[in-house]
């Protein structure tokens, strides 16, 4: 027998089935870095309509995590996708470099090498370590395939961002909304700092809950003013806290002024609590009788003290809205040192206090003997034991419930009053200024708007000082007996602020008052705190490394995209500095995407070890995979990963893949300057499946455009999988494959695959850069840009007419017999009737709608099913035995063996061979080989 391959057009390329991206992303990198592709892309849309990205910094610190890696393939999708929509995209990389992480490993390296250095050499190996984890950071954001102005980084540590950061600072002194004030701020005693917070996580806390009681001083004022007489029995006030160590800061014991209080005698004790906490505070002292002997309303009370119970001090009864009854007993101590609501009800009291702890938390030596220097968490024990010894413990045990930790040190934090510098949220109207341009902003998803409203309504004031070393500081002067501000303070800063835009931050603490302030330096002093480093990634749009390009953009980015984390974070810090500053919204949409976790929806954590880095799933399947894996998962809510998804994340790939292939390998010796076909003289199919990938485009750029990729993925895998895979490619196979190479049929389907296959490349791009990358060096032709990111989305695709008869409407018809005929042909294998398709005679029984329609396809409805022959009957006519369709009424089949001979050239059964010298083929391939070649018109 002749061996007929050579006939054939036998699909041919060397892109490649299997992707080994590990292996060739490396190179392609590489192709990019040495043609410079970020400044092509720049050149190339000069002029075009300006789209900007802010990038939300990062720390300078440490590996990148998977966090990291979702969040820059986020913004390089939208990136990669503006630019192909013919924008001028802005996109500059940024870096956190200030602040406590730094400094912690700098301190670490410093106490491994025992050694002393200066706060200036502390500063510069800041600086240093730093630039060094920029540096590796950089490397790492690179090879996720992450576009951007790499050699132009905002680096908060450059000597112009810190002094531009000083710039917005002194103009928020400027406009009023900068004071100071010795108040609670969150303060971690591992950081012996402020934290913002965005720095604050909650966590279940297991803490000691106990009832204690405090005795009325000079209780007869009590029976005066409820009794109107003069007995004198001892009164306790039922206290419940559960922040034993707070006990020895006590300023005050408040009630709400609107709760009613019953005082209740037990044995012989005298107890006043709330009269809705009775029931349980009493079961739980392990009282079960009691007697009522009065109710009165908090408001009702005055000029009332209490005895601390293990120090020698007595202190007021005050009324105060905060005090719930929900909890405990109606009753609390108020210690202002440790927290807001009992500060600010000391104040509107007029009662003053002095620090308890220091910095550290350690309790100073004037408090109590026992407790001299006692780290206040191991003060606990302490404590109950002074309460126990001077019989005023009611009543202890243990309580599970949400309390703040540091987010570094994954430790409990306090609110500790200091010195500290604030932004007044509510000056000039600020809080509701920020509310109003929320409101103008797109959120997705939507419900982050009301999370950010709530979130601005309930803040207090802004803490921006911090007591660290490395950190822009706060450039002024106060007086050293008042704390008031320089009177000349804004054109001192500018002149301190030039100098760090010179010689960095290290200028401001090189500066003594004496030598910049002369004589006045004995009245005067330099502030040593540093600013809050949400305030300086904060200020990155004010800065003047966008004032150059953004002034013609009205200093608002198009889109933000950050963390779940950053509504309290970056997306805040930036909307008060605009709102206070510009008064405008910083951006116009914000994306929030969800947080990692692992396959069981837990968080991922070193300890726990279910953690998935980046660098493990780049270097065994690559980054492609990585970026698909964010885009097809719906960013708004947790995003699971683990090696079983990403498994399944890579059979998507291979689908993606072998679809572009099998259309490029079709491709072979097609040259489109010559070779394309005209639309009016194309098989109709053929313009179907062009029409059907314009369709495709629109809602995947649509999808792009409202930042949905997970749908993009979801369009990718439709079109591939059936209308490509099961469909139209499987359906063009023998005419690819048998008609003469030049032919219409085989030119028409060849340009209907170019067609699609310049526009399916694009349609990657954003996601899979890479394998884009490497597809387009394939795809044949001249006229095309040397890079698929200098591209646009295709305008090459066209649609069907809806007016014709066989519009899209039809095609859907046919998709949908088709996937039945499938099922039909499937269930004769199973029944061993058949082995392929092509070996079938089928029958199809149907009613005059469908007969009509399948028979506009004349000879050519067997290469619709790829069987060898089809009948069409009328349904009535149909067997008993026929299979029957679940999905469309009025349509059987029946699937015989076909009886004839196989043609060793198209595979066809053929019923008879036609009697001439090439005896072995069919008539068909014989007008394929040496004939005028076969006709086709619909498939």
């Given at each position: 027998m002749k061996d007929y391959k050579t006939t054939l057009n036998l699909p041919k390329t060397n892109f490649s089935m299997k992707g080994n991206l590990s292996k060739k992303e490396p190179f392609i990198l590489k192709k990019w870095n040495d043609n410079n592709i970020y400044s092509l892309i720049k050149k190339q849309n000069i002029g075009k309509k300006k789209f900007f990205l802010n990038d939300g910094p990062p720390y300078a610190n440490g590996n990148i995590h998977i966090g990291h890696a979702i969040n820059k393939i986020l913004k390089d999708i939208v990136i990669k996708f503006k630019t192909l929509s013919g924008f001028d995209t802005y996109y500059t990389p940024s870096w956190d470099c200030h602040g406590l992480p730094i400094e912690h490993k700098v301190e670490k390296t410093i106490k491994k090498e025992n050694i002393l250095i200066t706060k200036k050499e502390f500063r510069i190996k800041c600086r240093n370590y730093a630039q060094s984890q920029v540096n590796n950071q950089k490397l790492e954001f690179i090879r996720l395939g992450v576009f951007g102005d790499w050699e132009n980084s905002y680096l908060t540590m450059n000597f112009k961002n810190e002094a531009n950061i000083a710039r917005t600072l002194m103009k928020m002194f400027k406009y009023g909304y900068v004071y100071q004030d010795f108040k609670p701020v969150h303060w971690c005693i591992n950081c012996k700092s402020a934290l913002a917070e965005a720095e604050v996580e909650y966590h279940n806390k297991l803490s000691n809950s106990i009832i204690i009681k405090f005795k009325l001083a000079h209780n007869i004022n009590f029976w005066n003013q409820i009794f109107k007489n003069d007995h004198n029995q001892d009164i306790?006030?039922?206290?419940?806290?559960?922040?034993?160590?707070?006990?020895?800061?006590?300023?005050a014991i408040a009630l709400n002024p609107n709760f009613k209080y019953q005082l209740i005698q037990t044995n012989n004790n005298l107890f006043i609590i709330s009269e809705k906490s009775v029931p349980d505070t009493m079961n739980k002292m392990g009282i079960q009788k009691w007697k009522k002997i009065h109710i009165f309303l908090g408001k009702n009370i005055s000029n009332l003290k209490v005895i601390h119970p293990f120090l020698n001090t007595t202190i007021p009864v005050i009324l105060a809205d905060h005090v719930t009854q929900e909890l405990g007993t109606g009753i609390v101590h108020t210690a202002p040192e440790f927290g807001q609501d009992d500060y600010y009800a000391c104040k509107k009291n007029n009662i003053n206090f002095t620090p308890t702890i220091d910095k550290k938390g350690h309790f100073l030596n004037n408090i109590h003997p026992k407790l001299n220097n006692i780290n206040i968490f191991k003060s606990i024990k302490i404590v109950i034991k002074l309460l126990n010894n001077n019989n005023a413990l009611l009543h202890s045990e243990k309580l599970v419930h949400s309390y703040p930790y540091c987010w570094r040190h994954k430790t409990p934090i306090i609110s500790r009053a200091t010195q500290q510098w604030f932004i007044n949220i509510n000056h000039n109207n600020l809080r509701n200024r920020c509310i109003k341009y929320i409101q103008e902003v797109k959120w997705i998803p939507h419900w982050s708007k009301n999370r950010m409203i709530e979130m601005i309504i309930n803040r207090p004031d802004w803490c921006i000082s911090r007591q660290r070393t490395w950190g822009v500081p706060i450039p002024i002067f106060i007086h050293r007996k008042t704390g008031k501000l320089h009177p000349d303070t804004i054109k001192l800063s500018q002149k301190i602020i030039q100098n760090i835009e010179t010689n960095g931050i290290q200028a401001w603490f090189d500066i003594t008052e004496k030598s910049f302030l002369g004589e006045l330096f004995k009245q005067y002093k330099k502030v040593t705190d540093v600013i809050d480093v949400w305030f300086e990634s904060g200020s990155i749009q004010l800065s003047?490394?966008?004032?150059?390009?953004?002034?013609?953009?009205?200093?608002?980015?198009?889109?933000?995209?950050?963390?779940?984390?950053?509504?309290?974070?970056?997306?805040m810090s930036s909307l008060i500095i605009s709102a206070a500053i510009s008064n405008q919204t910083p951006y116009k949409k914000v994306i929030t995407h969800g947080f990692v976790v692992d396959k069981n929806k837990k968080k991922m954590s070193k300890s726990i070890g279910n953690t998935v880095?980046?660098?493990?799933?780049?270097?065994?399947?690559?980054?492609?995979?990585?970026?698909?894996?964010?885009?097809?998962?719906?960013?708004?809510?947790e995003m699971s990963i683990s090696q079983e998804t990403l498994i399944h994340i890579s059979d998507y790939y291979r689908r993606i893949r072998n679809t572009a292939r099998f259309l490029l390998a079709n491709l072979h010796e097609f040259n489109p300057e010559n070779d394309l076909i005209n639309a009016k003289n194309m098989i109709i199919l053929d313009k179907w499946a062009i029409g059907k990938a314009l369709h495709i485009q629109k809602k995947i750029i649509k999808s792009y455009k409202n930042y949905n990729f997970h749908d993009v993925i979801k369009y990718l895998m439709n079109f591939c999988s059936l209308d490509m895979g099961t469909f139209y490619l499987e359906i063009i196979k023998d005419r690819q494959y048998t008609t003469q190479k030049n032919s219409i049929a085989r030119r028409s389907c060849q340009t209907a695959m170019y067609l699609i296959l310049t526009a399916f490349v694009k349609w990657i791009t954003p996601i899979l850069p890479f394998t884009s990358d490497e597809l387009w060096e394939y795809i044949p032709g001249t006229n095309k840009n040397k890079f698929v990111f200098l591209e646009l989305w295709s305008n090459q695709l066209f649609d069907l007419n809806h007016k014709d008869t066989m519009n899209h409407e039809y095609w859907n018809q046919l998709l949908i017999i088709k996937t039945e005929v499938n099922k039909a042909l499937e269930h004769a294998r199973q029944n061993k009737i058949i082995r392929k398709s092509l070996?079938?005679?089928?029958?199809?029984?149907?009613?005059?709608?469908?007969?009509?329609?399948?028979?506009?396809?004349?000879?050519?409805?067997?290469?619709l099913f790829i069987t060898s022959k089809v009948e069409i009957k009328n349904f009535y006519e149909a067997p008993k035995d026929a299979f029957q369709s679940e999905t469309i009424t009025n349509f059987k089949t029946i699937i015989k063996k076909m009886n004839g001979i196989k043609c060793p050239r198209c595979w066809h059964i053929i019923t008879k061979i036609k009697n001439n010298k090439n005896h072995e083929i069919c008539k068909r391939c014989i007008l394929n080989t040496i004939g005028p070649g076969e006709l086709r018109q619909f498939l």
């Open positions: 306790h006030l039922v206290v419940w806290t559960t922040t034993p160590w707070t006990l020895p800061a006590s300023q003047n490394i966008y004032n150059k390009i953004q002034h013609q953009h009205n200093n608002i980015s198009d889109l933000y995209i950050e963390g779940l984390d950053q509504h309290r974070g970056w997306f880095h980046p660098s493990e799933v780049i270097n065994t399947l690559g980054s492609d995979i990585l970026r698909l894996w964010t885009a097809s998962t719906n960013y708004s809510k070996e079938a005679h089928m029958t199809l029984y149907v009613n005059e709608t469908i007969k009509c329609n399948l028979k506009l396809l004349n000879k050519e409805l067997k290469f």
